[in-house]
Each structure stands twice: as C-alpha cells, then as structure tokens.
C-alpha cells in the first residue's frame, strides 16, 4: 500500500479528486482509502507535532510499503528555481533540532534515483525539476536576517518545509522508504501575498498522478 501525505487541504484536494476514497478516522485524524489503487492518504496538519503523530499511527495500522509526501515549498532566491517548478528531496535537515536528536535524514533508495530519472520526462516544458536538500523548520523564513543565517548554514539547501524531516523521522524508524516532493510556492522572506500555492499544489498533484499512472516504471 502506498500513503500520500499532505499538511493541508490544498496539497491534497486536487489528488482526492481524481479518486473515489472512502474516509475513515484514525486517532484524531481522518484518512481516506482506495483499495482498488492499493492507496491510503491522509492530511497531517501543519508542522512537526501533526506530522509525527499521524505518521506513526498510519505505519503502525497499516502495510506500508512507501510513503509520499507532497505539497509546497519555499526556495531561496539564487538557486535557479522558480515558482511552480518541482523539488525532490535526497535529505531532509530538521533546522530546529536538539542536539541529542538526530537531525539529518539522507533519502537514498532505489525508488529516488529511478523517480529522478523519470520525473523530467513528466513535467511540462515551462517546469524545472532540481533535487538536493531540504530544510524542515518551526516557522517559515518571513526576513532576510534568518534567509541569510539559513543560506549560510546551510548552502545546499534547495526547499523549506514545516514536516519533511518528521516523516523522514519516523519512515526511518519504522524502514519504510520515504519520497518527498514539493511545488515552489514562494521564495524565502517574501511576503505572503507574493506566495503561489495553488501554483505550487496543482503542479505536484498533477505529477504525482502521472507517477501512479506509470508506477511499474518505478516501483
């Protein structure tokens, strides 16, 4: 079986459109279910609490095989990326991290190498697709003062995220292999009325079901 996570309703709302689910709740959370397409997806909530909490409950109740993530993402200004353009994470970087908590996950599977080779060939010609490293905060970037620190600290990072290393987390501890994949949405420490989320979301839903249209290619 197959979980697609979103932290909110438009990462997924386009995805569930395209499908006939039946919705269940699991702890205080709802998920919906395909069994014809072998699929469970479920909406975390924002951040690292929601996303660890229902992670946990869906690989500890159900036979998991892969776990996506998708939904929308902040970039930094020099990277060459655009708004609406895909991201594909090969680490994940919990940036708020106690130093007795690990807090780098490294995403290397088969799955991502043969989904880094497929992927291009599915977008759309205006659409870029780049792959590296991704940072998971408490709060989104909103000033150049933490843009700075952050590109500094990090300068392979390509795409914040509020819930990437949280399911890296537990998808680690569990053994379950984990792909996240995010639209471009905005650019770090713009303000909010420049973001595009609709964008950003309809982009890496489209993908994702050209992706479960072509899955013996990849799975």
Not at 3 to 21: M, P, T, Y
Not at 55 to 76: A, Q
Not at 109 to 115: C, D, H, T
Not at 116 to 144: E, H, Q, R, W
Request: with cysteine; glycine share 6%.
């Amino acid at each position: 079986m197959l979980c697609i996570l979103g932290a909110v309703e438009e990462e997924l709302s386009f995805f569930l459109s395209n499908f006939s689910f039946k919705h269940f709740s699991l702890g205080k959370k709802s998920i919906w279910l395909n069994k014809k397409n072998n699929l469970l997806i479920a909406q975390t909530g924002a951040g690292i609490i929601n996303a660890t909490y229902l992670t946990s409950l869906i690989l500890e109740n159900y036979p998991i095989k892969v776990v996506f993530l998708i939904g929308c993402g902040g970039t930094f200004p020099n990277k060459g990326i655009k708004l609406g353009d895909i991201v594909l994470a090969n680490e994940e970087i919990w940036v708020d991290a106690c130093g007795y908590l690990p807090n780098r996950f490294y995403l290397i599977s088969p799955l991502i190498e043969k989904l880094k080779k497929i992927i291009p060939d599915l977008l759309d010609n205006k659409i870029s697709f780049k792959t590296g490293s991704f940072l998971t905060v408490s709060a989104t970037t909103d000033n150049k003062e933490k843009l700075l620190f952050l590109e500094k600290k990090f300068p392979k990072a390509i795409c914040e995220n509020m819930e990437g290393a949280a399911v890296a987390y537990i998808c680690q501890i569990y053994n379950i292999p984990f792909i996240e994949l995010r639209g471009i949405s905005n650019f770090l420490a713009d303000k909010r009325e420049k973001w595009e989320i609709e964008l950003a979301t309809i982009h890496v839903q489209k993908l994702l079901l050209k992706l479960l249209e072509r899955k013996s290619k990849w799975y």
